[in-house]
């Protein structure tokens, strides 16, 4: 039976499939879907050529999209006619059955929202809303929707859903299957809307990213798909945002960047129109804004596997621009950008090399920071990614101003060789690109911050000699570092463990103090002794006081405590034992409740500087196991990088060093058996080495070992009568310092020795006048006597007054010391015998020592040639004058004989430092530097400093000023670490150099015009570099107290020559020049004095009370000149170090370094307060202004001049360079010589040379004492022994007449006096040929003992010396008992004195 034929809207009958009822609102849910469901089982199996059937059923399909179907609330009804519909645009396509726009979209619209069941996997409808997906895209149904005018809200719609019901339990059917139908409708329509690509780009967006991963992978493959497609739209979509600045019109627009960083991760393409409008962007005038695009393209440029630097170029170099953007985070952020690029992209390097170079040099600290730890980064992921010059930035930044930028570069550095070249994890070729890195960290350890000296410290034990090895690993590893250092770090590191070493002692005092009975004497010592831990040994020493004080009463009331700390600094302790203390030490101070515990980790500080973690006695064994080894030849050497002979003697030279640090570790019968066979190699180096460790270490030996003893005692012997000389000098120390019976073991040596010397043979002299010196110096009571004899005998009259063997007359000012004569050689020991005899006895009671003295003189009036006979060679002559000039220098540390020492004795001692050799001034001052560095020599010598601004020379013009720093630093601290030191102001206070200094410069012989402004330029000069240096600060009115001295000193007379009135004139207008200087430098000297100065009464007479001297004795036209400082005609040399002469500027803006403290009691010295510890003082700073992001070398061998810059004009950016210089003037100078031909440097000119040169040179105003010339280019500074080099610092000085040109001087000859002489310089040249003849009277003699002096290399003079620490060798007891200082310096040296 057939059912009622209903009808559709239209009027037409609706025909169903068969078996299905009348479907209408009458019915229930239940009846509904079961019809419905027949109803989609027969649309489903029905196709596109069933023409009769898509007639029968068309009624139906209009049917279904009726609003009781399209709105019902059934789920499973809309999703049955859902599945209908979109069988029926199959069957019906390509037309749609539906002709109504409206309908077509509310039937779309309608399907859309069913596909949202798609969410739900689990549903047991989810494969009819599947079947429902899969139709719609098969048959792509939506691109009817194209003809519709609103289709852009369907697609929006639909893309919406397709993304929010997409999630990780589809398959990959459903998401091929949205891909499908998205990419159809985006493909084959005529564009994409933006509201549609909003739609697709949001899911792309961070937060939603986050939010349905599932979601951004559906609209990342949908691009990929679409992208020739889409790109046009998201070009458009970026040119409205980026360039017209439109953002409204995308919400999206504020994420821009994200969408450009996605978008060329999925696929470059889709930006190839937006990569040019980004390059707009990076030169907008938004800091921020550039940030922005700096960030993206950071990302864009250092993704893996990206080629967008290649491909673009233009916007390649434009990014690069911004690592010179104003705008500091936006540097900030290249750099961090820097770090990904090398690692991903190599072959950027070079371009980004240029940039991190300028970067590292940042005035932002943070930029400075990042740009190593981006170069660090890279290099530990594969050294292959930084090359050379970039490595060398971070080297560079260890000396960075800033302790964060060095902290970070060092420990960078340290982890590159720990990795590369301890591990080896890259090969021998990456080992050796970083093996400089050991040298580097241990050169810092010269710095002056004691934080860079423990991070120093902490790298060592943790990187370059890893503590935690196991001992005979840990010793080759220190074997063959030590062996690979250069000499600088060597120094380091040996200056590191006396550093250590002398922590230990301080602790191990301080645990003494606390064993005696409590005083208030006690009290004090223990006071004073935290105090030098605390300021010198542990960072931040404000905090490191209070926190020492702290630790001190923790031991007074912890006795297991003190218990620990006396294990860990016993010699005994082993480095486990060490580990252990220190770990129950750390135990007991620690805090639970207190996390971060500053006293704590100052504690550790300590702990770690005096623990013995790397050398106990297996260490010691280890280290000569090696060794010999080594001497075997079974040792790994070669395969380390060093030769056996290297190894051999590092090896000994290391076990010498921790011989006196660690000197009870040595004491093993096999530790000295292994000294034993090194003393019979033929190394002279190797046995000098081990007799200094048997020295050292063998206080034991005459007990303990006696076999030892049986076989060490002929050796020594051996070696004082025939060994080396310094092999002489140790053999005789080490008899002295193990053996009993010292006494007779030395009169063994003296007597035959004192027996075979013989003037004939000279070579045979040498070591022998060394082993009788140092006896005479150790045993004095015992050989004084027949050392007397020896020295009337055969040392003055036999030796130094005789020439047997004539010199050779190469012209040579100095020459190396193979080629030195025999003869010579031997004086120069046997001045030094003299000193050594003289230093023994330590008194002068025979006279000897003033005979000596006035051998000394004689011998540096005669310029070295002490007979005259014109036998010896001028480089020869160069030695004696050296050697007589230290010799005065190591009295002048004994106070016995300082105080004999005449002003006029003192007076040509000083002017060795401007003698005509360069090593002649050169070395004199290093012996100079070093006697003051360590509070040896008395406050005057000092002022010998101040000749050194006429140095030719740049580098020793720098040199002497930094010598002036470290003399003044040191002073300073000295007095502020000892409050004994308050009553001895007059010896210790560098101020009181101005007196010397004024007195000094009175006596220059070349100040021989009182009115000639030349001279009196050239004593301004001398001045102010004196000057300078003392008035950097005006603490406590410093500058007044210079003054009030310098007007007292013209209330005196000179106490050399009260009655010579022209000399008191000279005296009193180099303090009317001094006064000039004080007046136009400082703006604070008319204040009050603190006290009335106290002059030294050896060198001025008590004031005059009844008269007062205000007369200016300077002329009218000099003191104008000096006071508008119109510069004098300017050589290269005179312009370097200033404007110290005729500018009369310099820049206000640097950081000061003199520092003055409160006035001593009841005296009239000011007291030196305590110098600026920071890192920011610059007290060594060149004469320029720098930025905060310059290194700070480990000593200074440029000055710039300060010249064009404004005072207050900021220096951003600015590198100094240790190359600059001014170009050479031709106005003449005082004491400038003519131009001479090439090769003429240090070489005597022949005659005809001579006569050439004058045709076409000027004549030198007057007669010079042989003081270099400063016309010479000062390129020409290294040696005066090269013949191809111009004439320089060394040229012979000639003598002048006043009518006519100079005579060439041969050499040798004495300066005939001139009739025009003033009666002055007569007086002086016969009190030089006085002193002459009595030299002759003298038996004893004394000389320096210059350790390092005419054998010293080149290593040996290095500045690095100027940095080592001499703080810590101040003997205070015997600095208390003398009441003078001792100092340590280096210097700059100049000509020579010419004979009166």
Not at 962 to 976: A, D, G, H, P, V
Request: overall charge neutral; aromatic content about 6%; glycine content about 4%.
């Amino acid at each position: 039976m057939a059912f009622p034929q209903p009808k559709s809207a239209d009027g037409k009958i609706i025909i169903y499939p068969p078996g299905v009822k009348e479907i209408t609102d009458k019915i229930s849910n239940d009846e509904l879907v079961k019809r419905l469901k027949m109803v989609v089982k027969t649309f489903m199996d029905m196709d596109q050529d069933s023409e009769d059937e898509k007639q029968q059923y068309l009624p139906l399909a209009l049917h279904l999209a009726s609003e009781f179907f399209l709105r019902n609330p059934n789920k499973d009804v809309r999703l049955l006619v859902a599945c209908c519909l979109a069988d029926i645009f199959r069957i019906y396509a390509p037309e749609a059955p539906y002709t109504s726009h409206d309908k077509l979209k509310d039937i779309f619209m309608f399907i859309t929202r069913q596909l949202k069941g798609l969410e739900d996997t689990k549903s047991p409808q989810f494969n009819r809303y599947f079947y429902l997906l899969e139709n719609l895209a098969w048959v792509k149904s939506y691109n009817i929707c194209f003809e519709l005018e609103d289709c852009n809200e369907i697609f929006i719609q639909l893309f919406r859903t397709l993304f929010s019901v997409i999630n990780n339990s589809h398959n990959q059917k459903v998401q091929m299957h949205m891909l499908d139908l998205m990419s159809s409708i985006i493909m084959e329509g005529d564009g994409v809307t933006q509201d549609l690509l909003d739609s697709i780009l949001i899911n792309l967006i961070p937060a939603h990213k986050n939010m349905n991963k599932q979601a951004y992978d559906l609209a990342k493959v949908l691009l990929k798909r679409t992208a020739q497609t889409i790109e046009p739209c998201i070009a458009s979509f970026f040119n409205q945002v980026l360039v017209l600045g439109k953002s409204s019109v995308s919400d999206l627009s504020e994420h821009v960047f994200d969408l450009i960083m996605e978008l060329f991760a999925i696929d470059p393409h889709l930006l190839l129109s937006v990569m040019p409008q980004l390059e707009f962007k990076l030169k907008s005038n938004d800091g921020e804004e550039r940030l922005a695009v700096v960030r993206l393209l950071a990302k864009l440029f250092g993704a893996k596997d990206s080629e967008l630097a290649t491909q673009n170029r233009p916007l390649w170099q434009c990014f690069l621009g911004r690592f010179n953007d104003i705008h500091v985070p936006v540097r900030l952020e290249c750099v961090k950008f820097a770090s990904h690029c090398l690692m991903n992209h190599p072959d950027l390097a070079k371009d980004l090399t240029e940039y991190l170079k300028v970067r590292s040099h940042d005035p932002e600290e943070a930029i400075r920071h990042d740009v190593i730890v981006t170069i660090i980064t890279a290099g530990k992921k594969d050294l292959s990614l930084v090359n050379d010059q970039l490595l060398g930035f971070v080297r560079e930044r260890t000396l960075d101003k800033r302790w964060r930028v060095r902290k970070e570069a060092m420990m960078g550095l340290a982890q590159l060789y720990k990795k590369y070249c301890l591990h080896a994890e890259a090969g021998k070729e990456a080992a050796q690109k970083v093996n400089w890195i050991k040298d580097k960290l241990l050169h810092i350890y010269y710095q002056n911050s004691i934080d860079d000296k423990l991070l120093v410290e902490k790298i060592f034990a943790q990187y370059l000699v890893p503590h935690n090895l196991e001992t005979e690993e840990r010793m080759k590893c220190l074997y063959y570092l030590y062996a690979s250092l250069d000499p600088n770090a060597v120094k380091a590191l040996n200056e590191m463990w006396k550093c250590q070493n002398m922590l230990r002692s301080h602790v191990r005092e301080l645990l003494d103090l606390h064993k005696q009975p409590a005083s208030e004497a006690n009290n004090t010592a223990m006071f004073a002794k935290l105090m030098a831990i605390a300021t010198e040994n542990l960072p931040d020493p404000g905090k490191a006081q209070d926190f020492m004080k702290k630790f001190n009463q923790v031991l007074g009331d912890d006795e297991r405590l003190r218990a620990q700390l006396e294990l860990l600094i016993s010699p005994a302790c082993s480095c486990k034992q060490a580990e252990v203390c220190v770990r129950e030490i750390t135990r007991k101070l620690a805090n639970p409740k207190q996390p971060t515990n500053p006293f704590l980790e100052m504690v550790k500080f300590l702990l770690e500087r005096i623990a013995p973690v790397h050398i106990d006695s297996e260490a010691i064994s280890s280290l000569v196991k090696l060794m010999n080894k080594s001497i075997e030849g079974t040792a790994d050497d070669e395969e380390e990088g060093v030769t056996p002979d290297s190894a051999i003697r590092a090896g000994l030279e290391l076990l010498k060093v921790l011989s006196f640090t660690h000197p009870t570790s040595f004491h093993s019968s096999e530790t000295y058996e292994s000294l034993l066979q090194c003393l019979k190699m033929e190394d002279d180096k190797v046995a000098e080495a081990a007799i200094q460790i048997f020295r050292n270490t063998g206080h034991k030996i005459e007990t303990d070992l006696l076999q030892i003893r049986s076989t060490l005692i002929p050796i020594l012997h051996q070696k004082a009568k025939r060994g080396t000389p310094r092999q002489a000098k140790q053999a005789v120390h080490c008899i002295h310092a193990i053996f009993t019976n010292k006494e007779v073991q030395l009169a063994q040596i003296f007597e035959p020795l004192s027996k075979s010397l013989n003037a004939d043979t000279p070579e045979q002299l040498i070591t022998p006048l060394v082993s009788l010196g140092h006896i005479a110096m150790l045993a004095p009571d015992q050989f004084a006597s027949p050392m007397k004899s020896v020295v009337a005998n055969f040392i003055v009259k036999d030796l130094l007054m005789n020439d047997r063997f004539p010199g050779g007359k190469n012209g040579k000012l100095w020459t190396p010391n193979e080629e030195v004569s025999p003869e010579v050689l031997a004086k120069v020991q046997a001045i030094k015998l003299l000193v050594r005899w003289l230093l023994g006895m330590k008194n002068n009671q025979s006279k000897s020592a003033n005979s000596t003295l006035r051998l000394l003189s004689a011998m540096l009036v005669s310029e070295g040639d002490l007979t005259e006979q014109k036998k010896i060679s001028k480089s020869d002559m160069s030695r004696l004058r050296l050697a007589a000039g230290c010799a005065i220098l190591k009295l002048a540390q004994e106070p016995c004989y300082h105080e004999i020492i005449t002003p006029e004795q003192f007076q040509l001692c000083a002017l060795v430092i401007n003698d005509e050799c360069y090593q002649v001034r050169q070395i004199f001052a290093l012996k100079l530097h070093k006697a003051l560095g360590k509070l040896l020599l008395p406050l005057e010598y000092m002022a010998v400093f101040a000749l050194c601004a006429k140095d030719p020379v740049k580098e020793r013009r720098a040199h002497a000023r930094q010598c002036l720093l470290k003399n003044i630093s040191i002073r300073r601290e000295y007095i502020k670490q000892n409050p004994m030191a308050h009553e001895k102001l007059l010896s210790l206070l560098p101020e009181y150099v101005v007196p010397y200094t004024v007195h000094l410069l009175a006596h220059d012989p070349d100040f021989t015009k009182t009115q000639d402004i030349e001279q009196l330029r050239d004593i301004k000069e001398c001045l102010w570099f004196m000057l300078e240096v003392l008035m950097t600060k005006n603490e406590n009115n410093s500058h007044a107290f210079i003054r009030k001295m310098v007007e007292n000193i013209k209330q005196t007379k000179d106490a050399q020559a009260p009655d010579d009135g022209k000399m008191n004139e000279k005296l009193y207008i180099v303090c009317d020049v001094a006064l000039i200087v004080i007046t136009t430098k400082s703006t604070t000297y008319n204040l009050d004095s603190p006290k009335d100065p106290v002059l030294p009464t050896k060198f001025f007479t008590p004031p005059d009370k009844d008269s007062s001297n205000n007369k200016c004795y300077l002329s009218d036209e000099a003191k104008t000149l000096l006071l508008t400082g119109k510069p004098k005609p300017a050589t290269v040399l005179g312009a370097v170090n200033k404007p110290l002469s005729a500018a009369g500027r310099r820049p206000q803006d640097r950081t000061p370094v003199l520092e003055m403290g409160s006035n001593i009691s009841g005296n009239s010295e000011p007291s030196s307060p305590p110098p600026n510890r920071g890192r920011e003082q610059n007290s060594e700073a060149p004469e320029t202004e720098i930025s905060e992001n310059e290194e700070n070398p480990v000593i200074l061998l440029t000055v710039v001049p300060a010249k064009t810059e404004k005072k207050d004009e900021p220096v951003r950016n600015k590198e100094m360079s240790s190359e600059q210089s001014l170009p050479p003037q031709t106005s003449t100078e005082r004491g400038k010589k003519r131009t001479a031909p090439a090769g003429s440097e240090n070489i005597q000119q022949i005659p005809e040379e001579r006569k050439s040169e004058e045709s076409t040179a000027p004549v030198p105003p007057k007669a010079r004492r042989g003081r270099p010339p400063k016309a010479v280019s000062e390129s020409n500074t290294a040696k005066n022994s090269d013949p191809n080099k111009a004439a320089g610092r060394g040229r012979k000085r000639v003598a002048a007449s006043q009518e006519g040109p100079a005579e060439p001087e041969t050499t040798n000859v004495k300066v005939p006096k001139q009739q025009e002489t003033n009666v002055k310089r007569a007086s002086a040249q016969r009190q030089m040929d006085l002193q002459r003849i009595q030299v002759l009277d003298s038996d004893g003699y004394s000389v320096m003992d210059l350790e390092s002096t005419p054998e010293s290399s080149a290593e040996e003079l290095d500045l690095f010396k100027s940095c080592e620490s001499s703080q810590n060798e101040v003997d205070n007891t015997k600095l208390a008992e003398r009441g003078f200082l001792k100092v340590r310096r280096k210097s700059m040296p100049k000509g020579r004195r010419q004979r009166l």
